[in-house]
């Protein structure tokens, strides 16, 4: 099945639909509708709107685009059983484009108490989040998200997490890559 628009545009729109908070309705709405086997999602509107991934004024990215551009850089087409986790949302995919890697996708919502996964190797950590929840800015791993010079995409660098706790801050949303996951339902 294929889901062709997904932005909110009934009763007039979400207020909040170009702001980080948002970006949480979204990412939690692709892995849902993942686990139920809709193989391809396209967003109602690239720049129109207050729903468009792009400012319809100056096409510069919203939060919800470079969370899009995690979303099809680290998770492949195959879904995984995150299993259950309180507090989180959590969802699970083989790594794109890499032979037995898995990526996490934990999605913590709880304004003030972080959670926590354990990790029993190495892994690749990408963090989105915000100072204000409501604002256009978001951050990757602490630093700001925006496009270089001739609207250049910024490297998406990670940070990597050792084996054991990680710790998934409040209002954040986090991809973790486990490149060493030798997951036989990825190869």
Request: with cysteine; hydrophobic share 40%.
């Amino acid at each position: 099945m294929w889901l062709t628009e997904t932005a909110e545009a009934a009763c007039g729109g979400n207020p909040w639909a170009s702001t980080f908070l948002d970006t949480f309705r979204y990412l939690d709405q692709l892995g849902r509708l993942a686990k139920a086997g809709v193989q391809m999602v396209a967003h109602n509107t690239l720049a129109a709107s207050d729903y468009g991934l792009l400012d319809e004024k100056t096409l510069r990215p919203r939060p919800s685009y470079w969370a899009a551009l995690l979303w099809r850089r680290l998770m492949g087409t195959i879904v995984l059983d995150a299993g259950t986790h309180h507090g989180m949302h959590l969802y699970a995919h083989c790594r794109r484009g890499a032979r037995g890697a898995v990526t996490l996708l934990a999605i913590n919502t709880d304004r003030t108490n972080g959670a926590t996964l354990r990790l029993p190797v190495t892994s690749e950590r990408y963090t989105l989040s915000a100072d204000d929840l409501q604002g256009v800015e978001v951050k990757l791993n602490g630093t700001a998200l925006e496009l270089g010079p001739n609207d250049e995409l910024p490297q998406f660098a990670a940070v990597t997490s050792p084996p054991g706790s990680v710790e998934i801050g409040p209002a954040t949303i986090t991809f973790l890559t486990v490149g060493e996951a030798k997951n036989p339902a990825c190869d």
